[in-house]
Nanobody, 115 residues
């Protein structure tokens, strides 16, 4: 079955960096658009970044220029490199994939940006 497992979250100071990972299994990872979403406390879920099978990328306005999405199709892992973090980046970050017209989400990894 499709599984998405995020890791790499934690507490970081403003201006710092983190790299999130999402280990995928149960589907043909290399052929699927992969996305990162986040949900801040008291807010709705928003898209952070997206990457196509051909590595074309899209970023939300609030993270463009600071975050970088990438994928390792040999290892079935999705990454999110987050730089210049601010308290506004505090959220639970989720990995997302649509496989055979079904939506799949990971359980999320929590990122807290605070001094």
């Amino acid at each position: 079955q499709v599984q998405l497992a995020e890791s790499g979250g934690g507490l970081v100071q403003p201006g710092g960096s983190l790299r999130l990972s999402c280990a995928a299994s149960g589907f043909n990872f290399r052929s699927v658009v992969m996305q990162w979403y986040r949900q801040a406390p008291g807010k709705g879920r928003e898209i952070v970044a997206s990457i196509s099978p051909g590595a074309a990328t899209y970023y939300g306005d609030s993270v463009r220029g600071r975050f970088a999405i990438s994928r390792d199709n040999a290892k079935d892992i999705l990454y999110l490199q987050m730089n210049k973090l601010t308290p506004e980046d505090t959220a639970v970050y989720y990995c997302y994939a649509m496989v055979m017209f079904q939506e799949f989400w990971g359980r999320g990894t929590e990122v807290t940006v605070s001094s």
